[in-house]
């Protein structure tokens, strides 16, 4: 049976939701989770904590005042993942997060990363359809753009990926939109452009683990004394300051993009059964201004120094995101500022500071 919420506006969905979430204790996963609780809908968690504790649970639970509806089931396990959604009752939609990430990593494995993430990916569709599921939403990313003209929408074309991990994402996009042609799926994949900042209670946010490749772990954890320099990566590019640009969107705000989007399908508003949206602030910043931006909110000084260019980057990239504002009603409440002041925050929690 439904419980009706009370209505919002005329445009606002009037039911509870129970959504199930694979990767729901990863670094997206857990702030979608909160997200969802508080738009007031019922959750189901997957994980196999291959990224992940068991303790962002109990956080969430901290946050939301709720539990959450746990078990650990691997996605490969492609029976495993049937019996389990066969045994759910009532799910209306999925939101899929579980997969590895790495790009070095899967250049060194590809296999580990096409069984996962594409392997994974066709499991929970099979598991889904036997289930009677036939709503999802994606994670995808933007590096399916590889280096284009910024600000990119989603009509950008989509060069040969980069590395076996941006493979994935655009296999799954093609799976995913191919099965929309022999089904009754309805799909949003979302294009994510560079997640960052933490949840403002400190409870949750991203675990990097060894050395961070990406930048503002690797800002937070040299401002805090775990490394002692951060390296940019070339000030020779073709930009204002010679660093690469980047769109930084707040985990928050994607998060609550996420809540959007399965709405979106739940309340039938798609003309197509495959809906794209890029995900991003719509803000290109270098990585100096990030750098500064975190010295600002902070008042903490980043021990930085110029190095030669890392291979593979791309000068620059950020969104535009009018399909998401005007189609799903949503658009980022945070700032860079605001981003490096989160992630700040949350390193001197996982510091014990
Ligand atoms: P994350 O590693 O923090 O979360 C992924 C979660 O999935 C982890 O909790 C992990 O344990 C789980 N998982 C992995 N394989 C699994 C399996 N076989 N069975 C069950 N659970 C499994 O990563 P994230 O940053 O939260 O990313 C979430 C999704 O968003 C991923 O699909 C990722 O590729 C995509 N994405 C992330 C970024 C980013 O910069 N963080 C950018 C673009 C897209
Ligand atoms: N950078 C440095 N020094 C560092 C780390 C990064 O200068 O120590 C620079 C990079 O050269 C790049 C920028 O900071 O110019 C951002 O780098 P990240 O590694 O944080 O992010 P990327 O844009 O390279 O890639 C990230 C994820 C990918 C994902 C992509 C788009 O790592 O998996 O965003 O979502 F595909």
Redesign the pocket.
Known sequence: MRTYFKPKNKLALLYKMKILV?????????HTVVELFNAGHEVVV???????YPE?LENIEKITGKKVDFTN????NKQALTDFLMAQKGIDAVI??????AVGESVENPLKYYE??VG?TVNLLYAMEAAGIHQIAF?????VYGEANPPVDENTPRPAAQSP?GN??QICEEVLFDYTKASNLKVVSL?????VGAHDSALIG??PIGIPN?LVPFITQTAIGKREVLTVFGNDYPTPDGTCIRDYIHVVDLAKAHVKAIEFLEMKKYTDAYSVFNLGTGQGSSVLEAIHSFEKVTGVKVNYKIGTRRAGDIAQIYANCDKATNELGWKTERDLDNCMLTSWIWEKHLAGK
């Open positions: 694979t990767g729901g204790t990863g670094y997206i996963g857990s997957i994980d196999n904590f291959d990224n992940s962002v089931v691997d996605i490969r899929h997060f579980a997969a590895f990430k996962n993430n994974g994670s995808s990313s933007c590096t991990y994935t994402k294009r994510y452009f560079n997640p991203e675990l990406n």
